[in-house]
C-alpha cells in the first residue's frame, strides 16, 4: 500500500503529532538502507519524508526497525487506516 501524506493537507493535530514523532525519531539519521530482514507475518516499510530542501527514505520491517521509529510508523499506519 502507498499513501502521500502532505502535512497542510491534513487537520492541525494531526501534523503536529507527525512533525514531533519525526523530529523524536531522529528520522534524518536512520540510514538510508536498513536491515531490511521481513520475517512471515510481518510488515515492511519504505517512508520517504521530503521537507523543504532534504529528502530521507527508510526502509525497515516490524523486527528491524529502530525503536525510535516504531512511534512514528504506529501514527502513520492510524493515518492509513482512517482514510481507506
Do not use: C, K, W
Not at 507527525?18 to 516499510?45: C, K, T, W
Not at 521537507?51 to 528491524?64: R, W
Amino acid at each position: 500500500m502507498t499513501m502521500d501524506f502532505d502535512l497542510a493537507s491534513i487537520p492541525q493535530a494531526a501534523s503536529q503529532r507527525l512533525q514531533d514523532l519525526l523530529a523524536q525519531s531522529n528520522f534524518f539519521e536512520i540510514p538510508m538502507v536498513n536491515d531490511l530482514r521481513v520475517g512471515a507475518d510481518e510488515h515492511a516499510y519504505t517512508i520517504t519524508v521530503v521537507a523543504g530542501n532534504s529528502l530521507h527514505t527508510v526502509h525497515a520491517s516490524d523486527s528491524s526497525m529502530p525503536r525510535s521509529l516504531r512511534p512514528f510508523i504506529e501514527e502513520l499506519t492510524e493515518l492509513v487506516e482512517a482514510t481507506t
